[in-house]
């Protein structure tokens, strides 16, 4: 029977929307992490074919046929690049984006990620780094006896040492869009590569057309709002006891039939 089979599929959508749903509340705390949500298609649905019927009008014809669909399937956990609260830390070298736009970093392998985690810190050579320490963009050093690092809106790092009136300029932090954000590949650690469905990475200086700007001693939270996944939580449950039912149903009607 159908049915048995449309319920099983309807079962595991919904198994695989709850594991999601985990995945953003076990993220709530996570810097810069951004939302999944779940998208579902319908299966291909049998055709069960009967003659046309003549309309009363003249040459009218109402089209015959019955289409019983066969269930459902995931089709893609996609992201929500919604902007999400920014925290005041303190911490000089706490970089949150306002507005669109991702920080470029460099892998241990050479090759560029891309993340808006901006919880960086010094290593032992004074390069600012990411928590695992990652160089960030173009690999910006701080020169020992710096007094005071400064990050202005538009990406400029600055340095201020003592017995100087001006500060040094150490670099430039930039930017990266892309033409879909949602094309972008989660590679762990709040990190996202560049695929063929992103598209190609457009740099540019924060504050520029089109691009965020940052804010220093902040941190951008995760856009997880509890209270909604865990509404969505309960109706992906019911829809599951739901479908479970539907099998129970199922097993009572084949029961009486072979009966």
Do not use: C, W
């Amino acid at each position: 029977m159908n049915p048995l089979y449309i319920a099983a599929t309807g079962m595991v959508a919904q198994q695989e929307r709850v594991d999601m749903i985990a995945n953003n509340l076990a993220n709530m705390n996570t810097t810069g992490y951004q939302r999944r949500r779940a998208a579902f298609n319908d299966l291909l649905y049998e055709d069960n074919k009967r003659p046309n019927s003549k309309h009363s009008r003249a040459n009218g014809i109402v089209p015959g046929g019955v289409k019983a669909g066969l269930g459902v399937h995931s089709a893609a956990f996609y992201r929500v690049v919604e902007q999400g609260n920014l925290a005041q830390t303190g911490n000089p070298f706490d970089v949150a984006i306002q507005g669109s736009g991702y920080i470029p970093v460099t892998l241990a392998n050479g090759e560029t990620a891309y993340t808006r985690a901006g919880a960086f810190q010094l290593d032992q050579d004074g390069q600012i780094v990411t928590h695992d320490g990652l160089t960030v963009g173009p690999g910006i050093a701080v020169p020992p006896g710096a007094i005071e690092v400064t990050i202005n809106n538009s990406g400029e790092v600055f340095a201020s040492f003592e017995g100087q009136d001006q500060p040094l300029n150490l670099g430039q932090i930039n930017l990266v869009r892309f033409p879909n954000e949602g094309g972008l590949t989660a590679v762990g650690d709040s990190l996202f590569q560049e695929t063929t469905a992103s598209g190609a990475p457009l740099v540019g200086a924060p504050g520029t057309a089109g691009f965020g700007t940052l804010l220093q001693g902040f941190l951008e939270s995760s856009n997880v709002n509890p209270v909604e996944e865990i509404a969505n939580m309960v109706k992906a449950m019911r829809a599951y006891e739901l479908s479970s039912k539907v099998i129970q149903t199922a097993d009572q009607m084949m029961s009486t039939k072979s009966s």
